[in-house]
């Protein structure tokens, strides 16, 4: 089951495996991935996940970060404009300075 692609959780297979964010980037962070944008990641029948690292002749995707001390600074407008992740799913989207916006994917 597909759970992470394009830099996002895919939240209703996230849900229906009934998985944890503190889980999940615990398993991504043993295979060293430092956000969301790296990687694929399905979770196999056998309930191992399997993480496919994206070749390094594609650009890298921007993505949420999975080391916790990088969700210390949580703000809940953007503090500058750019590109910014959701905190749930990751889907990253354009903001400007003082945005509040829905996550449109969660």
Request: proline share 0%; net charge positive; charged share 10%.
């Given at each position: 089951m597909l759970l992470v692609e394009d830099g996002r959780v895919h939240m209703e297979n996230f849900r229906q495996l009934r998985l944890t964010q503190k889980k999940l980037f615990g398993e991504l962070r043993q295979h060293q991935v430092e956000h969301l944008g790296q990687v694929r990641s399905y979770m196999e029948t056998t309930g191992n996940l399997?993480?496919?690292f994206h070749p390094e002749t594609e650009p890298v995707r921007p993505g949420l970060p999975t080391w916790p001390e990088r969700f210390r600074h949580l703000q809940r407008r953007a503090g500058a404009p750019g590109?910014?992740?959701?905190c749930r799913c990751g889907h990253v989207h354009t903001?400007?300075?003082?945005d509040q916006v829905p996550c449109p994917t969660c």
């Open positions: 399997s993480i496919y590109l910014h992740a959701c903001l400007a300075k003082g």
